[in-house]
């Protein structure tokens, strides 16, 4: 099997096998195409963007190129922005009063709106 190398940020170069990478191409914007793998010396997980140089060469080592974004959205930064009103004094009070509930959880989910 063919022995793919990439460099982990603390390792250095490592050796990994086709499966053990996993290529996702952003067909439509290239600059969103990368490649994660855990390393096999520090089990951190390294994602690297790849550009499509990178892709050709991955894909021509056997790693299977998997295409848009993952299934799981990564998770949300605190420096993203939303879209919508904001926090109120009105809103926090109906969110105390919530919590005054034994049912607070089940109606705060009830509550969310599905993404
Ligand atoms: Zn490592």
Known sequence: MTTIRATCPTCGEVGLTPDEIELRVDDA?????????????????????????????????????????????????????????????DDLLDFHAMLERDDWFAALASSATED
């Open 29 to 89: 914007d290239s600059t969103g195409s990368y490649y994660a793998f855990s390393c096999p010396s520090c089990f951190e997980t390294v994602r690297k963007t790849a550009d499509e140089r990178i892709v050709r060469l991955l894909i021509s080592g056997g790693v299977e190129a998997l295409a848009g974004r993952p299934a799981t959205p990564a998770p949300r930064l605190l420096s993203q922005r939303f879209d919508g009103p904001s926090i109120t004094h």
